[in-house]
């Protein structure tokens, strides 16, 4: 319960404040732990406004009581990994969720994102995501002043000293249906 909600957490803040206003819900289609977009924890799009060109967000969202640097160093090699970019598995994935919803022009976007040339990592976002009971701050501050690539970053840090509780809480709220 810890890990889906980071998850969706960190979609709810890109929705909300950035320009990647499109993501699939993943627990909608989340069928167990292993499936959905494989890995990927977090994969939300924008459209460039000035281009018109398909813009992304690949992230990593780690929940804990106590979060530790070990954490945020494997979610650092998870964001890495595929050369930055999400795996091809996650964008046909998305792509496929985007086409049930009648979203044709995010479908065509992703769908040529895969066929044609790779997306240029200019237009590559990475998040970290990190939602703890501790004080994030320090261990994001360190791990990103330590990133050589030029990939454009975020890092979020939700704090919520009664994580364990406030985790309950929301799933007790979301199980009653309020």
Known sequence: MSGDLGEILGVAYLSEFTEFKYGVKKLRWKDHRNMAMRGEDVLAFGIDTKTGNLILVKGEAKSRVKLAASVVA?????????????????????????????????????????????????????????????????????????????????????????????????????????
């Open 74 to 178: 494997t979610a650092r090699k998870a964001l890495c990994s595929n050369k930055g970019h999400p795996s091809a598995h996650a964008m046909s994935y998305l792509a496929d969720r985007f086409f049930e919803q009648g979203e044709t022009q995010m479908t065509d976007l992703l769908d040529n994102a895969q066929l044609k040339k790779r997306m240029p990592l200019s237009r590559v976002t990475h998040l970290l995501f990190t939602f703890s009971g501790n004080d994030p701050t320090e261990i994001l501050h360190k791990n990103l002043s330590g990133y050589p690539d030029n990939i454009r970053q975020m890092y979020v840090g939700l704090q919520v000293a009664k994580h364990q509780e406030f985790i309950k809480a929301v799933f007790k709220e979301a199980a009653n249906g309020v």
